[in-house]
């Protein structure tokens, strides 16, 4: 049997005398769309830089592929979107140059690109919508493009695992649409999807499992039995499926 493509085994993380994470574990295998919730410091974005190998566990192991993440990274097996506070959007860059860090690890110690880096960030550029704004300034895109721009680069590196820390925050409705269609497309390929949303009602749609986090992780089984009130109040504690649009 292959190895999971995240495998987390009783992770606790500390900031301080913050316990970020309690003994969460996860395993997730290729080709799933995992929608991650959990209320404002649940510990979502803690376990993504956990496996992306960002933040180091006290206790516990990750894995990414069988091996350590700071490995996996090198390889360029894993992407990371992050939240839009977690960028400097004033970088002089245009969307092609941020799409071909994605292929950095295909270039040597030089980072020239070659017509192979070129293609791929092409078609990365196509897949999300964004090829006719390619030379614009990344930060003088709107909050969906620019997540779009991200998810470009993960496609243009080959990564087979994407981590997306709250992807629909802020965005339009057409990013939001295009962005879940490509973690669709993505995951039929074969690729490994992890996401943060506080959108619970578009979870059954986006999503072929999900996993409800309270610095462990209280459930994860398919979205419907996830989206239960009896098991979304575990970790909110209230009707988080009332009236309007719902968050986490």
Not at 69 to 83: D, F, N, T
Not at 102 to 120: E, K, N
Not at 202 to 224: D, G, I, K, N
């Amino acid at each position: 049997m292959s190895a999971p493509a995240i495998d987390v085994r009783d992770v606790t993380v500390h900031y301080g005398d913050v316990v970020a994470l309690d003994g969460a574990t996860l395993r997730l295998g290729a080709g799933a769309v995992c929608g991650l919730i959990g209320m404002n410091g649940s510990g979502k974005s803690t376990l993504m830089k956990s496996i992306m190998g960002l933040v180091r566990p006290d206790e516990g192991q990750v894995l990414v592929d069988g091996r350590p993440p700071s490995k996996a990274r090198r390889s360029g097996a894993i992407s990371y979107v992050p939240q839009s506070e977690d960028v400097d959007w004033a970088f002089p860059v245009s969307v092609r140059d941020v799409v071909m860090m994605g292929r950095y690890g295909h270039q040597g110690f030089t980072r020239r690109p070659r017509a192979a880096d070129r293609a791929a960030v092409a078609e990365a550029l196509d897949r999300v919508e964004l090829a006719d704004l390619a030379d614009r300034q990344i930060g003088a895109l709107s909050g969906g493009q620019r997540k779009r721009a991200f998810v470009a680069r993960g496609i243009a590196q080959g990564a087979s695992i994407l981590l997306l820390d709250e992807p629909f925050a802020g965005v339009d409705k057409r990013s939001e649409a295009t962005i879940s269609a490509l973690l669709g497309e993505l995951a039929a390929e074969g690729r490994t999807v992890l996401v943060s949303t506080h959108d619970l009602h578009a979870l059954p749609e986006l999503c072929t499992e999900a996993v409800l986090l309270l610095r462990r992780v209280l459930l994860h089984s398919t979205p419907a039995e996830v989206l239960e009130p009896a098991n979304l109040a575990m970790a909110f504690g209230l009707d988080v499926l009332g009236r309007g649009r719902a968050t986490a």
